[in-house]
């Protein structure tokens, strides 16, 4: 299947993309696709924990699972600079979602 | 929300724009009568970060999603203050000293929660809005902001030979 991935501030400076398309197997999730870009982009392990996980315009998490024309990105931390792990649903939720 | 009117969003509440920001015209967005308190903050650009001195900022956004991102945080914030209507338009592209790069107007039955769910919202953007901020310096360099840990990482790991930009 194929995934559309968005590459913005320093990502976009590290990948020297802005847009690129990558092939996976069925069953792959945000997470798998991550590990697959720190291999291709070794600099991007420095954000390693400390990114939000955007698919179709829409917060996931590691586990979230992708499809067919799925539009991913990393959004790499903003100006707040908190080691933020799914920080988006600790505040829309309390974080339930943050675990596992 | 018991008030059905508040669910009814108008699109020009929360905006992505490259063209300047007017704080008026978010005052007129969300305002009502029945509302006694207006809190509007503006981020402005600052001439220093941590006393270097900044020539300029250039703001980009992942448009098609930050839009969206700021209607739910306002609607988070409504929820937990119960305020009236929020409006938040950010800027991108470049900005120079003075411009206003964030505008967030907040309206309420009273002044206290007004105040605080600007502040939270303030915060809450910083945290996760997909938008980024890069200074450049008055002296030619130029980085994004939240790049930190990218820096020292580097700095500590091995060399690859795969980090050859």
Known sequence: MKITIRYFAGHRDITGLSEEHVELQPGATVG????????????????????????????????????????????????????????WFAILDGGERCHG | ??????????????????????????????????????????????????GRATAYLEYEAYESMAATVLEQLANQARATWGTGAIAIHHRVGRLEIGET?????????????A??????????????????????WADGASEWVGNETERKAELHSPPTGTSSD
Not at chain 2, 101 to 109: D, N, R
Request: net charge negative.
């Open chain 1, 32 to 87: 798998s696709l991550w590990e697959l870009l720190i291999g291709r982009y070794p600099r991007l392990t420095g954000y390693r924990g400390r990114v939000l996980y955007a698919v179709n315009q829409e917060f996931g998490t590691l586990a979230t699972e992708l499809h067919d024309g799925d539009e991913v990105a990393f959004v790499p931390p903003v100006s707040g600079g908190l080691p933020i792990c799914d920080l």
């Open chain 2, 1 to 50: 929300m018991d008030d059905p009117k508040l669910n009814i969003q108008d699109p020009t509440l929360f905006t992505i724009s490259n063209q300047p920001l007017d704080s008026a015209a978010l005052t007129a967005l969300v305002q009502s009568p029945d509302m006694g308190a207006l809190v509007t903050f503006a981020g402005i650009v600052r001439n220093n970060f941590g």
């Open chain 2, 101 to 113: 790069a964030v505008l967030i107007c907040v309206a309420a039955a009273h002044r206290h929660e």
């Open chain 2, 115 to 136: 105040f605080e769910a600007a502040e939270w919202l303030m915060d809450r953007i910083k945290e996760v809005a997909p938008i980024w901020k890069k200074e450049i």
